[in-house]
């Protein structure tokens, strides 16, 4: 692994790959299927890619719902090869995602389950906070999620970047 990760766009090419990694990462809750990612890198919302060489090892998507001046965005999806985690990705492409909705001045939601540790601290890091629970959001292992927020940035912290 000591192969260099970058980021880039995430491809209709790479659906497959994506749906492959879903139902490893997310065996019990309906994951998202090669046409999913298809309709989503389609739908010209910002799908990222991390590539180790041609291998992809992990994927991000951030939908833009709500435009300026109150901007809103929802992250859709986080996910990265097993075999590659614990190396920075994940927060490398919530960073590319956060960049884009930073731009915008976007309020950024996000739904993890309540049992995924790791992702909470992650998004809590980068300053979400925890906004409500949806019982039974996950199906069909009907676990828990925490419904999480981050406030947009202010102006001036997007003009010094």
């Avoid at 980021?7 to 492959?20: H, I, N, S, T």
């Avoid at 990222?48 to 992250?75: H, I, S, T, W």
């Avoid at 985690?85 to 490398?92: F, K, S, Y």
Wanted: with cysteine.
């Amino acid at each position: 692994m000591n192969a260099t990760v970058s980021l880039g766009p995430l491809y209709r090419a790479d659906a497959v790959r994506c749906a492959e990694l879903e139902e490893i990462l997310f065996p019990g809750d309906d994951p998202w299927s090669a046409r999913a990612f298809r309709d989503a890198v389609s739908s010209g919302q910002l799908y990222l890619a991390a590539r180790a060489g041609d291998e992809l090892v992990g994927y991000a998507g951030l939908a833009v719902v709500a435009g300026p001046p109150m901007a809103e965005a929802e992250v859709h999806t986080i996910g990265v090869d097993p075999a590659w985690q614990g190396h920075g990705i994940g927060r490398a492409l919530l960073a590319g995602l956060l960049a884009a909705a930073d731009e915008l001045r976007a309020t950024v939601f996000l739904e993890v389950r309540t049992d995924n540790e790791p992702a909470r601290t992650l998004y809590e890091s980068t300053g979400f906070a925890v906004v409500g629970v949806r019982k039974r959001y996950y199906r069909p292992s009907m676990a828990d999620a925490y419904t999480m927020r981050r406030e947009r940035a202010a102006r001036q912290d997007v003009a010094d970047r």
